[in-house]
């Protein structure tokens, strides 16, 4: 959490920490849902949502709560360094996004339903910070999955973005790019499910108070 002083530009790849070969930790099962937390294939009919809205902590809570989410974890995309650390995360030296990772059934809860409220509870135009979580690690990130998908991230981006023009609010940085061309790591035990373990623990929930428009 928080970060003044850390860097809000990202490392190139060269100049990016080297990180390690595989990840020095084990994960156990979801504390929350009745699932593994590590799930490199999503069950039969579900799909994958890999999203980035600022400190993970406060926003896998919110997506555990969905109706239709199957599972969910916390890690690290968009970077450059294999299998990074927390610490080195918050360096801003990897080039990593804090992540969540939802594996949900689209009978119950659709892709867009989740894309909108990624939208409503965090604000997609702060750049690399998310409230007072300044850093690169706090920037916002769709990272699709599927054709499908990135065409609904873009078209909902698009009719968000139109809103907040509308309303005389700042332009959406949201970074929207491939899961395949950026690896998802897994982040370390203690904080996968970290506000069912900390119930009191942080939360940033940073917004802009507009919800998504109802012709979207």
């Known amino acids: 959490m928080f970060g ?8 190139t790849p060269d100049q990016a920490l080297p990180g390690r070969s595989e990840s020095t930790w084990s994960l156990g099962d979801h504390v929350v849902l009745d ?12 799909e994958v949502a890999i999203l980035g809205l600022g400190c993970f902590w406060g926003a896998e809570e919110i997506y555990w709560q969905i109706p239709g989410v199957w599972s969910t974890s916390v890690g690290y995309a968009g970077g450059s360094t294999p299998n990074p650390t927390y ?8 080039g990593h996004t804090e992540a969540i990772r939802i594996v949900f059934d689209p009978a ?5 339903d989740l894309i909108k409220k990624f939208f409503e509870i965090h604000d997609p135009t702060q750049g690399m910070r998310q409230g007072n979580d300044v850093g690169t690690q706090y920037r916002s990130a769709i ?7 990135e065409q609904t991230a873009r078209e909902l981006t698009k009719a968000y973005g139109d809103e ?13 790019r491939p899961s395949s061309e950026t690896p998802y790591f897994y982040a370390e035990d203690a904080h996968q499910q970290y506000l069912a373990k900390n119930p009191f623990g942080y939360r940033c929930h940073a917004n802009t108070g507009v919800k998504f428009p109802a012709t979207a």
């Open 164 to 176: 907040l023009a509308r309303r005389g609010l700042g332009e959406i940085t949201t970074e929207i």
């Open 143 to 149: 990272y699709w999955t599927t054709p499908e998908q």
């Open 87 to 94: 610490d080195e995360v918050c360096s801003g030296r990897t």
């Open 108 to 112: 119950v809860v659709s892709y867009a």
């Open 35 to 46: 699932a593994p937390v590590i799930t490199p294939d999503a069950p039969a009919g579900h």
């Open 4 to 11: 003044f002083g850390k860097p809000t530009t990202l490392p």
